[in-house]
Each structure stands twice: as C-alpha cells, then as structure tokens.
C-alpha cells in the first residue's frame, strides 16, 4: 500500500501544481523530503503501479492517482 509520503507526494502534486508536470525539486521541496529518496525510494513504485508518469517536462499524475486520492481527474493539454 500506500504510506504517508507517497500520499504527500501525489496529493502535492495533483492540488499544489494542478497536476503538473512538476519537476522533482520543486515537488521534493513542496512535500519536505530530499530528491533523490524520492527519485530512488518512492517514485520506482508510483511509476510501477501505474500512479504517476515521469516525462521531458516533470511527473505527471495518471488517472489512478486521482481516484486513489479522491480528486477529479482532469485531462492536461
């Protein structure tokens, strides 16, 4: 499951940066925790779970994000 960073993690995302693409600093620095756990600890399995999409231009939240957190998905253009 999910623990308590993982939740920070998407959450910020999704509602700090409309959901994004957000790069890995500015979400580190958002959710108070360093990049590079975040790159090594958290996101393999966000990413494996279908939760998030690390792209040219910073993560993206996938639709199962949303509806694990309960937030509307909304298409970004």
Excluded: C, M, N, W
Aim: charged fraction near 20%; proline fraction near 5%.
């Amino acid at each position: 499951g999910l623990d308590d960073v993982d939740i920070r993690y998407l959450r910020g995302i999704i509602e700090r940066y409309h959901g994004g693409p957000v790069g890995l600093e500015a979400i580190a620095s958002a959710i108070g925790e360093e990049a590079i756990t975040i790159e090594d600890v958290y996101e393999p399995y966000l990413i494996q779970i279908g939760f998030i999409s690390r792209t040219q231009r910073g993560r993206v939240p996938l639709p199962a994000a949303y509806k694990h957190i309960g937030a509307s998905y909304q298409l970004q253009l």
